[in-house]
């Protein structure tokens, strides 16, 4: 399974950011879609995660600003990011599960900031 993200960069803390995660090769139609996030000098964390039947989990530190959704047709998750906060700021990486085996995509940097 190959994943490809898009949609990080620089926005003002309030502002708004999409990010999109499409997952090509030999997928199942069980599997669970999410996104992890690094800062520096900290451990990767959860984000978000969402299953192919649409059970959603969040963070703590994001719920009530971020969403997740995804379109099975085209094995693609997407993070909808508001009130962004600087720390927000870190390394997106995309996440694909099925049959207890994890896929990384290559990670989209978002920086929150004035």
């Known amino acids: 399974v190959q994943l490809q993200a898009s949609g990080g960069g620089l926005v003002q803390p309030g502002g708004s950011l999409r990010l999109s995660c499409a997952a090509s090769?030999?997928?199942?139609?069980?599997?669970?879609m999410g996104w992890y996030r690094q800062a520096p000098g900290k451990q990767r964390e959860l984000v978000s995660t969402i299953t192919s039947g649409g059970s959603t989990n969040y963070a703590d530190s994001v719920k009530g600003r971020f969403t997740i959704s995804r379109d099975n047709a085209k094995n693609t998750v997407y993070l909808q990011m508001n009130s962004l906060k600087p720390e927000d700021t870190a390394v997106y990486y995309c996440n694909f599960r099925q049959l207890l085996t994890f896929y990384w995509g290559q990670g989209t940097l978002v920086t929150v900031s004035s």
């Open positions: 090769g030999s997928i199942f139609s069980s599997n669970t």
